[in-house]
């Protein structure tokens, strides 16, 4: 039995405290205050707040070292943000006796609100495997020194950020990975919570230069933009997050409207950040499994 399955099941108040914490809506004090209420004592609130940290090594489904891959750090420029842009390129290793650049789709893989930690890198190694697709994962945090390896310090670096020039950050780094020699020039975006919203907004900016775009409890863009967007949107939430779910069927009946491809599911018993195992209170697995499933038939379906 390994790490994340020996923790157990915390209170969902405290879950649900950790959420608002990470998503900036209380501070690290009101976050600890409610701890406290379902503790016993200092250790025991202690112990809570470390199993509600992400565990990135238990999670880590493919190595950096998988012979299977090849990746490689590089710095996209990014005149309309602030200035560049670095992340992770991940793509299959080329086939034996393949001559030159072998062509395959192209994904944008965006994290949430902590910039490119060891998760998100490791999904975008996951999405290269997925489909044979060359994905590339940018660290909206490089302006102010990349993703600092603490989650605390992350969420605050973020929030000192200009919204406007993260999100000409992250076109520039699509439109850089569309390009690239080894692309067909067909385009995807998969993103989470913040990336969520992202890959949503997005699929408006991008218009025809998108082909897919797959969002996991992601915030719906303008409605009225909808008809913008000509990407194939897929939309993932976990059945208690209520806030998301309530506002999903608007954007649902404005996909529909505006004739756009587009699929979307709700999943019983699953909360915001299902999807990420390495934060084990959250992680839902029978849902994160069957999401996954459909997003990489998803972009095997719009892509190739």
């Known amino acids: 039995m390994d790490d994340m399955q020996r923790r157990q099941a915390l209170d969902p108040e405290v ?46 489904r493919v190595s950096p070292q998988d012979g299977r891959i090849t990746s490689e750090r590089v710095t996209v420029p990014s005149p309309a943000g602030y200035g560049t842009i670095a992340g992770l390129l991940v793509r299959p290793r ?42 590339f994962a940018p660290d909206t945090l490089t302006s102010v020194g990349g993703y600092p390896g603490d989650e605390e310090k992350a969420i605050a670096m973020f929030a000192t950020l200009d919204q406007a020039k993260m999100m000409a950050d992250l076109q520039a780094a699509a439109a850089w990975v569309k390009r ?66 309530d506002a999903w069927p608007a954007y649902r009946d404005a996909l529909k409207a505006a004739g756009v491809t587009f699929e979307g599911y709700v999943y019983p018993g699953a909360g915001h950040g299902f999807n990420n195992d390495s934060t084990s209170q959250r992680y839902n697995k029978a849902a994160a499994d069957l999401a ?9 379906k719009s892509l190739t």
Not at 103 to 120: D, F, K, Q, S, T
Not at 192 to 209: K, Q
């Open 180 to 245: 690239r020699p080894e692309s067909t020039g067909r385009l995807g975006v998969i993103g989470f919570c913040y990336g969520g919203g992202v890959a949503n907004a997005l699929a408006v900016r991008m218009g025809a230069d998108l082909q897919a775009a797959v969002s996991f409890y992601g915030g719906a863009p303008p409605l009225a933009d909808v008809p913008k967007i000509k990407a194939a949107v897929q939309v993932h939430h976990g059945g208690d997050d209520t806030r998301l779910v």
């Open 94 to 135: 080329p086939r034996a006796g393949a001559v030159g650049p072998e062509r395959m789709p192209a994904i944008l893989v965006v994290h949430e609100n902590r910039g490119l930690n060891p998760h998100i890198e490791d999904i975008a190694r996951r999405v290269a495997l997925g489909g044979s697709f060359m994905a």
């Open 292 to 300: 996954w499933s459909r997003s990489m038939l998803w972009f095997i």
């Open 15 to 60: 879950i649900d405290a950790y959420d608002l914490f990470i998503h900036g809506r209380i501070d690290r004090r009101s976050f600890m205050d409610r701890v406290k209420k379902v503790a016993i004592s200092t250790a025991a609130a202690a112990a809570i707040v470390d199993q509600l940290m992400p565990n990135y090594a238990a999670a880590q």
